[in-house]
């Protein structure tokens, strides 16, 4: 990702035709794009397959924005609902 800044670009809108748009015109620039909480609960898990699959030409970084604020045990379930979706899970 050399010659990229740092930066994330945040797609958060219910459009994944929109998503798909942003992505592209940024992805030369870029390391990073972020899934906010409006996109995937407009499209679930296919939000970020569908972010995912588009990126496999040029590789990005996928941060998915849920801001998960729950009983403990219900974050975790949540979380591990998304394995296999390759995304790196930080607290």
Same mark, same amino acid.
């Given at each position: 990702m050399?010659?990229? !800044? ?5 797609? =958060?809108?219910? =459009?994944?035709?929109?998503? !798909? ?5 940024a ?24 972010? !995912?699959?588009?990126?496999?030409d ?6 998915? =924005?849920?801001?998960?604020? =729950?009983?403990?045990?219900?974050v975790?379930?949540?979380?591990r ?6 995304? !790196?899970?930080?607290r």
């Amino acid at each position: 990702m050399a010659g990229r !800044a740092p930066i994330a670009v945040a797609l =958060d809108a219910p =459009d994944l035709g929109q998503v !798909a748009s942003w992505t592209s015109a940024a992805r030369p620039h870029i390391t990073t794009v972020k899934i906010g909480l409006e996109l995937f609960l407009a499209h679930g898990r296919g939000a970020v397959e569908a972010v !995912a699959h588009r990126q496999q030409d040029s590789p990005l970084r996928l941060f998915l =924005d849920l801001k998960l604020h =729950d009983i403990p045990n219900t974050v975790a379930g949540a979380v591990r609902s998304l394995a296999g979706a390759d995304i !790196a899970v930080r607290r």
